[in-house]
């Protein structure tokens, strides 16, 4: 995996933060040397930069400022009064090249840039690259799925530096920015609805009499072993499906209430519920 030298940001050292500093760190994409992170939250400072041995600084403006890669890791809400508290400094300003990463569900580009561009010429704004990044929870055991989206002064070079980042902690897919929503509703999102069922299929177990840690033992594996013959035999999963369902067996018992409950419809119908929700962040 490439080594990139230079110096990376993070504005905001939450979880998902951490899984970045985590996968960047151990894989050895960056140097931990090289990797600086402020937050309101001293003491999650002094646990990763002792966990990581990154440098904790409690300056947005002065993290931004140094960095070549700067990536924004607050809640959505604290994005904007964030980014003016920067560019307020008297010192704002573009020397040479800097590439921002948001992975703020919900802020668009446009609400980014009319931040960080306003006080900006145009020379500086070229070179001040913005990309959205819709990362999930699973990146923090280097399993992630990403949806990422450019704006129109990223470069193939920029593209690459987040794409060898965000694969070190999982996989990445490139979106335009308009289909960030669905990617939200999806993968943003889609961990809770795996984590749902997993506690459905346990309190199912249980239900029928199974003890608690059986349960849970056969439906975490069962769940792992069902993605991983997914990956193997690289098939529709309508296709898999039918071949456990036999006729008049126990599957296709179960399927008939699936189906008359009209389980399908429902989930569909959640995530779309989930992308209109993100739209309606975005506003």
């Known amino acids: 995996m490439a080594l990139l030298n230079r ?5 905001g050292a939450g979880n998902m933060a951490e899984a970045f500093i985590g996968a960047i760190t151990r894989s050895g994409i960056i ?11 001293t003491e999650r400072l002094s646990l990763l930069k002792k966990k990581y041995g990154i440098s904790a600084i409690n300056d947005n403006f002065k993290v931004f400022s140094m960095c070549d890669i700067v990536i924004l890791a607050v809640k959505p809400q604290h994005i ?25 569900a919900g802020i668009t580009l446009e609400k980014i840039e009319s931040i960080l561009y306003s006080p900006l010429n145009k020379e500086n704004i070229i070179n001040l690259p913005i990309i959205r990044v819709m990362p999930n929870t699973p990146a923090l055991v280097l399993s992630g799925m990403s949806g990422m989206a450019p704006n129109r002064h990223a470069t193939s070079d920029d593209i690459n530096v987040i794409r060898t980042i965000l ?6 897919i490139e979106f335009e ?9 999806l993968s943003g999102s889609g ?10 299929m346990i309190q ?22 069902s993605v991983a013959l997914l990956e193997e035999m690289n098939e529709a999963p309508e296709l898999l499906r039918k071949r456990v369902t036999s006729p008049g067996g ?9 189906e008359k409950k009209k389980v399908k419809e429902i989930i569909a119908e959640a995530i779309a519920a989930a992308a209109r929700r993100s739209a309606e962040l975005s506003r």
């Not at 110096?7 to 504005?11: M, N, R, S």
């Not at 980014?83 to 800097?98: A, F, N, P």
């Open 204 to 225: 199912g177990g249980v239900n029928i009499g199974l003890d608690p840690y059986d349960a849970t033992k056969l439906t975490i594996e069962t769940i792992k072993g």
């Open 191 to 200: 961990p809770a609805y795996i984590f749902y069922l997993v506690e459905s």
């Open 177 to 185: 920015e308009k289909e960030l929503d669905a990617v939200t509703a």
């Open 7 to 11: 110096k990376t940001g993070f504005i």
């Open 250 to 258: 126990t599957t296709e018992a179960a399927f008939k209430v699936l």
């Open 31 to 41: 140097a931990s040397s090289k990797v600086f992170a402020s937050d309101v939250n």
């Open 80 to 104: 904007p009064a964030v980014l003016k508290q920067i560019t307020s400094h008297e010192d704002y300003g573009i020397d040479g090249r800097k590439l921002i990463i948001s992975i703020a």
């Open 167 to 172: 694969e070190a902690m999982g996989k990445v």
